[in-house]
């Protein structure tokens, strides 16, 4: 740790705190979805929607709210992280709102039997009730450093999180939801991915020493002694378990390979990943050998078209890949795609698909940089902080941003079989939405304590007494 | 415990990485592939965004568009008179697809082809929607109805050409459907009916079915025996023995249809009454290469476009009796309706046979012609002396042969009567065929071809090309005559 302050943008002058930046940044991320919001409108109705200014008031609000609470309450927090997460979430109730004008998805919901309801309402208090979680933590997480306190607990809650839904009937195919008669259902796997990380961080915090240095040197690796293998073997045997019993590849994935992006920083045992990639592999392919729904995933992956008419996850995975294709470079512009024949889904774990055929390779481009630049943020508050705990907490929740990123756009776009996952703040999702401000404002105080500048040296009693004797 | 910090950075560089590349690939890369994809829904949803291009004939629009409230398809294709015009326009359907006109005219017909590009363009800038082409028709809208409505309620077909261009005038197909009614998104069932029909309503006889062509067939077969000077002309005697054995049978005789004065009979006697004797031993004097190499003139095994394909017409390599029995029109040789129109065309057009063809004129919305058909020369099936030998004994045939029903006053008409046996031992109902040409001062204007398929109801004998199928011909170049003028 020693050698961190070459590389941070700690010193004790003090940093600028940049609140400015940020609330400039800020604008632009309420102006962008205010312009998207108003394309729409006038490409769909030829009209500038009716909800415009509520809308363009409510997503300001939130934005203030968010910034102000940061100036007091974390003045040196990182200036990206509100701005871009704030933009995503925009765009994507710009682009909710676009679907729900669909006649083909209200027909479809006709068709299946279910009353269409329209999602951005939904979502957008879903955002409003992210920013206020965001608020909560802001203001009452006085430190990053307490959560090492719940080490255990948190262990306890996340294996509670992650079980609950086994006992929940399964939803299109995975059993990831707990259903509240009256109240709704929640994806307890989005916010079991926070708990998680901070079960992670804390147990290895304490463990990489024994970690790391007991052990064997092997073929120019280091393997870990047979007691030391007891963790990654039961994270392992847990995401196995989520993946049989849940049939949810996706967040099997992720929970693992936080773990190991973990455990690799804790340790900077690069045999640790190696053991995780084949840990992975074989659980993976173990489990596609059996698992029919998984199988069908693997299949729609191989061959999109093949199945077309045989297997609903081709033909959804097709039409998702057509309206890539359809949108170009330049896109057919706000509004005026047809990714709504994806059909179902297509505003929450397909929602990349209406930017790729709307805003063309140009948008897609944009929304992953900004997805990009969140995680190098996250990285990089990881590299400031002046605490292993914090390291490997910001590690950890921005590997798993970045992971989570790229099973579903990468499922979406057809470079590795679909699991169903949603896209962080685009998507429609209460619990995805509000977990992942929870995890952007653990980001942020993480960041704020790493570039606060370090407390002035107190005064020393002896200071006045030392005099310089010039000759 | 920076190294690895960084280094998980670089690991998540590379899985954005790994998206964007892979969207470069989609997007950029296949993007035209996923675009133009069989499944993609978007291209139909496109073609009826707005009113297609119309099938025109003689200025009259035979197609028109619809505006309809569903949800994929702001408009629907339209016909007027469908089940008449279906054979040459096709349909366009919002769910399953369209043919012949409306599928290879498409892209002018949706204003998508290249040649349109000033137009759309221009359309964009002043705000305009895009607009379709339309394609206009060398077809004969009297000839047309007196061609369908001469079939009636009877299966068969008719094909009529202008033998001086190859412009086809008529082509009718009966039973025949409208294509107004598997136009629609939702019109599956009617489409399913249509296809399990055992009528075949949906099938284009006048190109895409062949029949064996009977005694039509000994107009080529005439043709031959003169092109490769078997005979020198037609009105001297014929080396032809009654009865006649095929060759290569112990004894099978080849009969006529009734006790006709064919011994030795010229070329005008024997096509007059139609002796399947003479004809049939001029195939096998001739062996069945020479009579290949004559059919192929005539357009035989070979597809053809006007543009929508007519199936290819056969005459096979075959051993010598079958040979003998493809000279009179009955063996294993098929034709098209529009083949046999073509073998009268280029007899009537003194041995020229133009390529026939259907579309005119394609014109963009602002009314400029973009593509205007010149006719072009297919062969010269026989030379000019050759084709006037066989129109003066054609015309013989409608003048006091088998072919009178065809006669017009004040017209030279030479026509040939067919009627084909088929099925296992003859036992399917026979078809009857009528060839014919008019002729007027100006050269022919009119060749048709018109085969029926006879039913259950219709008398084996009553079928002879000359009663039913005839009259038909009579009324087609009478209306081609009528507009001539």
Redesign the interface.
């Known amino acids: 740790m020693s050698h961190t302050s070459n590389t941070t943008t700690i010193s004790t002058a003090g940093a600028p705190s940049r609140r400015n930046t940020e609330l400039a940044l800020l604008a632009f991320a309420v102006i962008i979805p205010c312009f998207a919001y108003a394309n729409v409108g006038l490409a769909l109705h030829g009209e500038m929607p009716s909800g415009m200014l509520g809308y363009g008031i409510g997503l300001g609000l939130l934005a203030g709210v968010g910034h102000l609470v940061v100036r007091k309450f974390a003045k040196y927090a990182d200036p990206l992280l509100l701005p871009l997460a704030a933009l995503l979430n925009g765009i994507g109730l710009v682009l909710i709102w676009r679907l729900d004008q669909s006649p083909r998805l209200a027909q479809l919901a006709k068709n299946q039997g279910f009353k269409f309801v329209p999602s951005a309402p939904n979502q957008m208090l879903y955002s409003a009730l992210g920013i206020g979680l965001f608020v909560a933590v802001v203001i009452f997480l006085k430190d990053h450093r307490i959560l090492q306190r719940y080490t255990y607990i948190s262990m306890a809650v996340a294996l509670g999180l992650l079980i609950a839904p086994m006992f929940f009937p399964a939803k299109f195919g995975a059993r990831i939801w707990i259903t509240l008669p009256g109240l709704g259902s929640l994806q307890p796997g989005e916010f079991a991915k926070i708990v998680l990380s901070i079960f992670f961080a804390g147990y290895l915090m304490v463990k990489r020493d024994a970690l790391a240095l007991a052990s064997r040197r092997f073929m120019g690796m280091y393997l870990p002694r047979g007691r030391d293998l007891g963790p990654i073997l039961a994270v392992w045997a847990l995401s196995i378990l989520v993946l049989v019993f849940e049939t949810d590849l996706g967040t099997s994935l992720l929970f693992f390979g936080m773990f190991v992006v973990m455990l690799y920083v804790a340790t900077e045992r690069t045999s640790w990943i190696v053991f995780g990639l084949l840990m992975s592999a074989v659980g993976a392919v173990g489990v596609a050998s059996f698992e029919a729904h998984v199988q069908a995933r693997v299949n729609a992956w191989l061959d999109p078209f093949g199945g077309w008419g045989k297997s609903a996850a081709s033909e959804q995975i097709s039409q998702a890949l057509m309206s890539f294709g359809s949108g170009g470079v330049f896109g057919a512009g706000w509004g005026q795609g047809y990714s709504d024949l994806i059909g179902f889904a297509a505003n929450s774990d397909f929602i990349l698909g209406t930017v790729g055929e709307e805003l063309g390779l140009a948008g897609v481009m944009a929304i992953l940089l900004i997805y990009g630049l969140i995680v190098e943020r996250g990285v990089r508050t990881a590299l400031a902080a002046r605490d292993p705990f914090g390291k490997l907490l910001a590690c950890g929740l921005s590997g798993a941003f970045a992971i989570q990123v790229f099973v579903v756009a990468g499922g979406v776009m057809g470079l590795i079989p679909l699991t169903g996952m949603t896209m962080p703040f685009m998507a429609y999702g209460g619990s995805s939405v509000l977990a992942n401000w929870a995890l952007v404002a653990i980001l942020i105080k993480i960041s704020d304590t790493a570039r606060r500048p370090a407390p002035a040296p107190a005064p020393s009693p002896d200071a006045e007494m030392t005099q310089v004797v010039r000759p | 415990?920076?190294?690895?910090?960084?280094?998980?950075?670089i690991?998540?560089?590379l899985?954005?990485l790994?998206?964007?590349l892979?969207?470069?690939w989609?997007?950029?890369v296949?993007?035209?592939?996923?675009?133009t994809?069989k499944?993609?829904?978007?291209v139909d949803?496109a073609r009826y965004s707005q009113p297609r291009g119309n099938i025109i004939v003689d200025g009259q629009e035979i197609t028109g568009s619809q505006e309809t409230n569903g949800?994929?398809y702001k408009y629907k294709r339209t016909y007027k008179d469908g089940p008449m015009w279906a054979p040459v326009t096709g349909y366009s359907s919002q769910r399953f697809d369209s043919n012949q006109i409306e599928k290879l005219e498409d892209k002018v017909l949706t204003g998508d082809d290249d040649r349109l590009f000033f137009n759309r363009t221009v359309d964009m800038i002043t705000g305009k929607g895009k607009k379709g082409g339309d394609v206009i028709t060398t077809l004969n809208a009297k000839a047309q109805e007196a061609a369908f409505k001469g079939l009636g309620d009877k299966q068969g077909a008719v094909a009529a050409l202008d033998p001086r261009t190859g412009k086809i005038l008529a082509l009718a197909s009966t039973p025949s459907y409208d294509p107004s009614t598997i136009a629609g998104a939702n019109d599956g069932a009617a489409y399913t009916a249509l296809t399990k029909d055992k009528n075949q309503p949906m099938l284009n006889r006048a190109l895409r079915q062949t029949y064996p062509p009977g005694s039509t067939f000994k107009v080529v077969t005439a043709s031959a025996a003169l092109e490769n000077g078997l005979y020198k002309d037609v009105d001297s005697k014929t080396d032809s023995p009654l009865p006649w054995t095929l060759p290569d049978t112990a004894g099978v005789e080849l009969k006529n249809e009734g006790n006709l004065p064919c011994k030795d009979a010229t070329l005008r006697e024997a096509l007059r009454v139609s002796c399947n004797t003479v004809f049939g031993k001029v195939s096998a004097d001739l062996g069945n290469k020479k009579m290949m190499d004559e059919a192929a003139k005539f357009g035989f095994n070979k597809p053809i476009d006007t543009p929508v394909r007519a199936v290819p017409s056969i005459f096979p390599k075959d051993n010598r009796p079958q040979n003998a029995m493809a000279g009179i029109g009955q063996a294993s040789n098929r034709v098209t309706p529009l083949q046999m129109a073509m073998v009268a065309a280029a007899v009537a057009n003194n041995g020229k046979l133009m390529e026939p063809y259907m579309v005119d004129k394609l014109r963009a919305p602002n009314l400029n012609v973009i593509e205007h058909h010149t006719p072009k020369e297919m062969s010269q099936p026989l030379s000019s002396e050759h084709a006037q030998m066989l129109q003066s004994i054609m015309e013989t045939v409608v003048e006091s042969g088998t072919g009178t029903a065809a006669k017009i006053d004040g017209v030279k008409v030479g026509g040939k009567t067919g009627t084909a046996q088929h099925g296992v031992d003859n036992s399917g109902n026979p078809y009857a065929w009528f060839i014919s040409y008019a002729k007027t001062d100006n050269g022919s204007p009119v060749a048709v071809a018109v085969v029926i398929e006879g039913d259950d109801n219709t008398a084996r004998d009553d079928i002879a090309g000359g009663r039913l199928a005839a009259p038909i011909a009579k009324s087609v170049m009478e209306a081609v005559l009528k507009t001539e003028k």
């Open positions: 415990m920076n190294k690895p910090v960084r280094r998980i950075a690991f998540c560089g899985l954005v790994a998206l964007m892979r969207d470069n989609l997007q950029f296949q993007a035209d592939e996923l675009k994809n499944h993609n829904h978007r949803i949800i994929d």
